[in-house]
């Protein structure tokens, strides 16, 4: 069959680069609602496909996970065998794989096609702001990354409010298949638009993809999320301890074996280099701490409204917003005007203001009254959390970033990526299964109030790790940039997206010859 896909010459603008945009944004919404819808179509799976608190939890931790840990890789293969080739099958992939989980018969099967979701979504997403920034330059791709930030925040806090409706409308009997089943008109179109009018572009076979360092990677990414998941319910056995032992061992073996890529000549997954740097390292347990504590505090409230208060999915959906409109107002007053000012305090100032919001929501909820209760009488509390939390969004990749240097940010981001992806996944596991201990009983407030502890608990060993940033961020002109790897004659660039949401802000590696 005849590749009806244009080739452009490098310097003449494209005629169909709108379009690029238009599909690559599709293709970023797609993640952030498969991120977050899921949340509130929960209870409605676990009800109907008898998966348990662990099941529940691994089908939505379980797609974090997989692409977290496969998007370095994700974004080296892009540069191998081109981003087009890479993102038209990743595309596939993803549309495929959301089909899968709208038929899963059961719940192992609806956990293994999450997993595969997730990996083409690691497939997937590395290559959107690669091909933007091929097809786009100068005052245009200021435009682009002008109209990226907005729209990926609205969808990441339409996610929750549409699949609320998908579910609670239960169209065609569909119920919850139905949060998978959008994803297929949706991809359906990209792919044929993405296919017709993105030009081809060759990768440059030099570049070699890490095989062995992803499998050091995914595997202890594995062993440590299974015994959070299993854990609680199974009473801890000793393989749950075993496994994460297993785990800190495959993360040692993974900074070796990167190590000695590096003295081999091979491209490395991961530049060791960012591994000796002190500020970068405790900048990415930060990232993990922040993440953990936000993605696991969003599932837990959405579980709180539908298990323990008896809310629909419509409703439950529309009462995450005051969380997303808080975090839209602090990721607003931060980006725009606070960290510039007042350096590394804004992430100081941020979890305080969370841990504030925390507090309020700790009385809130003791003072509830289940026969008269309404999202208005928890959503100061959680308006100023997700402002605390917006604070810190806006300005934490900044400040990590400040740690490495030019020639190093490009697998910094990747890896900053990966991190917050499992990060959140690592939360689902844990504040998940902190609620659940709980609700089991019936003490659903217990459950939400023993979450609150668990996050707070992060939030503040998370205060103590933004003493060890750098005091001034790295400028988003920076971030955004081409450093170039002198020694690799190769450009990275750090393709950050601005979100006002639950998945916030994501970085993930490009890189062209």
Known sequence: ????????????????????????????????????????AGPALEKSLHAGSSGLQWVIGGYSLTLGAGLVLGGRLGDRYGRRHMFLLGLAAFTAASLLCAIAPDTESLIAFRLVQGAAGA?????????????????????????????????????????????EGDFFGLGWRSVFLVNLPIGLAALIVAARFVPRRPGDRTVRADMTGAALIVAPCALLVLPLNQGQEDGWPLWT?????????????????????????????????????????????????????????????????????????????????????????????????????????????????????????????????????????????????????????AALFGFVLAAVDDDEIGSASGVLSAVQAVGGSIGVAVLGSVFFDRAESGDFTGGFHHALIVQACLLVAFLAITFLLPGEGRPDDEQHGFPTDASAGTRCAADVQDRSSLSSRRLRPTCTE
């Open 1 to 40: 069959m005849r590749d009806l896909s244009p080739t452009v010459e490098p310097t003449e603008p494209y005629r169909w680069r709108w379009l690029i945009l238009a599909v690559m944004i599709v293709a970023e919404i797609m993640d952030l609602l498969d991120a977050s819808i899921v949340n509130v």
């Open 123 to 167: 497939v997937l997403l590395p290559q959107g702001l690669g091909l933007l920034r091929e097809n786009f330059s100068g005052p245009e791709l200021t435009k682009v990354f002008a109209v990226f930030g907005p729209v990926l925040g609205l969808g990441g806090i339409i996610g929750p409010v549409l699949g609320g409706f998908l579910v």
């Open 241 to 393: 301890w075993l496994c994460m032992a297993a785990a800190a061992i495959g993360f040692v073996l993974f900074a070796v074996d990167q190590r000695r890529a590096t003295a081999a000549g091979r491209t490395p997954l991961v530049t060791p280099g960012l591994l000796r740097k002190p500020a970068f390292t405790v900048g990415l347990g930060g990232i993990a701490l922040f993440f953990s504590g936000l993605v696991g505090t969003q599932l837990v409230l959405t579980l709180f409204l539908q298990i323990g208060q008896d809310f629909t999915a419509g409703d439950a959906g529309l009462g995450n917003l005051p969380l997303a409109v808080g975090t839209a107002i602090g990721g607003a007053v931060s980006g725009a005007f606070l960290a510039d000012r007042i350096g590394r305090k804004v992430l100081q100032i941020g979890p305080l203001v969370q841990l504030a919001g925390a507090a309020l929501l700790w009385f809130e909820l003791d003072g509830l009254d289940s026969a008269s209760f309404s999202i208005g009488d928890i959503a100061p509390g959680i308006t100023v959390a997700g402002v605390g939390a917006g604070m810190v969004i």
